[in-house]
């Protein structure tokens, strides 16, 4: 364990790196020129061996931790696992965060200038994949010269880009860290997905994905969007544990205001989303999601799939996690023993559901810490 | 068992009992004169002993079995489970089929017209509960004859209805039988139920509740809702065995055009209800679930709820049922013994998720039929 007491990595700044040369995506179609949002922390070695790439969810970007200013209500989004004495030490780590394309928080987007018309991308903005997103991130290191990642870290759809890493680019990743993750979505996943995508698609403020043009958000939708994936991060029994049947007002109201505690909690947290994320970049990650399945080129067969890598895996699971259960982990598992891979795998008892991998529920943290100490001596070897 | 072989009941016709003294409401108003539809299957025999009534689900209706014409495409809902030589047998038992109040199938709802104003009721209908219908039935019964059902029988919501007809007429009620239900909602089903009224109530087709006005029909909403719903009424397991990930044209398309079959699915369910179906009914229905608490009247004790009940009881869930899974049946089960009553209990290994109440299941409705063959003999002792 770290010795350094844990703290935050304190005030920190975005960073944009812009690049010229065209990425040929793999809808068939390429980014003539596109840029990354990107923050660091901590200090590249001389080595340039101990840099960890983080890699975001659906509704995440580049901002991991710290904040912007000391005015700033909320650090960044895992500020809780990265910083000096966090299990992502930032004292000996090298920390890399960045906003994936397709994003709506600095990187090219739909919500970004489209340079051929003057206008934001909208429904031109290309379907972006996690392959796509591999591919840019490895662009990203290349610019900071970094050849190898100490580690590619990432929960959820950001645990799907830290196998893609590993399978497309075994000499650059020496550990992956894949939490609350699936090898690929189930039909049940893509259904969830689906009504969230149609109730974007079909409110009339959408305008076909072009709604910039006509000073209108699609609110309506995103917020039902968000209303619904919310109830999918969390576990059943915590849903009851922390609202259960209490009512707004102590009392059956017999009307369609907020009734329960849990419709006033998902509303707010429905209307909040949608006043600041766009909803372009929830379609987008939400396909991504979909898409995502590296068994695919290799004939469905995971197996070989991961027989090229060479990483040390670390597959991290949540009991009460029923959006990416543990047994979709432990596909991934069978797989990496199967081909022979060095995998821990960890199933870890929480309340949290599929938001636990963003929390600080102490085994988890305690595991990451203990398998990131052996990163950190492996840097140092 | 039966000695009949299986066979449709045939062709049916609804019927319609006009209730001309108001029905005082659990909201606190009061409903000044209604119409129930109803359709009948069998004979009542003489004593009057035979009647069995069905209690429906959320989208179900009056018109459990049988066909209107030769030309129906489709019989009633539970047309499996309701026949002669079936296990609900119309052989053996006068079966009563009832829309609830609150209905779009031609009992008095949203969509009829409320004669005060010579306009549809709309948003002024008032807001209707498991505690309500369970009255409005009994009325029905009344008005039929009937002082003592030989069984109410209910699945999902219609469970529900059962349940409570057993602790609010225990002397009418010979038998209860309470397949895939709960005695009360989660956290986690008020959350999607919400979900689904939003999408509903923000539709900008909804006005208020008053779209019929306007020439308008909240189809957007509807869908939405429908297509929400039905992943909760399918199994994870069910879903991915029947559509996996298999896509609608062999290859990505990498657009937001239907991409997997489970979309074309959902998306051809959300379309038919929503043509179908009214959508301040779907609201109704949502929050009669809601409410359905008769332990709440009992300081939340369930045993003591159901500690004036009579009747035998058959409780049945099945396995694969996240709505409402085994161990909320067992809720029921756990109070029932606690208050000293008959109950049998089956969980039914099934992997049609909640829809399994619907399905011919071969131990479902074997366990179904030997339940009744005893209230059938019952009936005849």
Known sequence: ????????????????????????????TALPAYQLQFETYGTLNAAKSNAVLICHALSGHHHVAGRYS??????????????????????????IGV??????????GPSSINPDT??????????????????AQARLADRLGIDTFAAVIGGSLGGMQALQWSIDYPER?????????APKLSAQNIAFNDV????????????????????????????????????TYLSDDGMGAKF???????????????????????????????????????????KALDYFDPAKP??????????????????VSFDSDWRFSPGRSREIVDALVAAGKRVQYAQIASGHGHDAFLMMDHPYHELMHAFLNRVHEEVNR
């Open 1 to 28: 364990m770290s010795t350094t007491t844990p703290r935050s990595v304190g005030l920190v700044r975005a960073q944009t790196a812009v690049f010229e040369s065209p990425l040929a995506l793999e809808c068939g």
């Open 70 to 95: 000391d005015a700033d209500k909320y650090p960044g989004w895992w500020d809780n696992m990265v910083g000096p004495g966090k299990p992502i030490d930032t004292e000996r780590f090298f920390v």
């Open 173 to 181: 990743v020496k550990n992956a860290l894949v939490i609350a993750s």
């Open 99 to 108: 906003n994936n394309l397709g994003g709506c928080h600095g990187s090219t």
């Open 118 to 135: 003057g206008k934001p991308w909208g429904s031109a903005f290309p379907v972006v994949t996690v392959n796509d997103w591999v591919k």
């Open 244 to 286: 259960g049947r209490m009512l707004k007002s102590g009392e059956y109201q017999y009307g369609f205001d907020v009734e329960f505690e849990i419709e006033s909690y998902l509303r707010y947290q429905g209307d909040k989303f949608s006043d600041s994320f766009d909803a372009n970049t929830y379609l987008l990650m939400t």
């Open 196 to 231: 969230a995508r149609q109730a974007i698609l079909t409110d009339p403020d959408f305008f076909g994905g072009d709604f910039y043009e006509h000073g209108a958000i699609p609110r309506r939708g995103l917020r039902l969007a968000r209303m619904l994936g919310h109830i």
């Open 298 to 315: 290799f004939g469905g067969d995971l197996v070989k799939a991961v027989s090229g890598t060479s990483a040390n895996f670390l597959v």
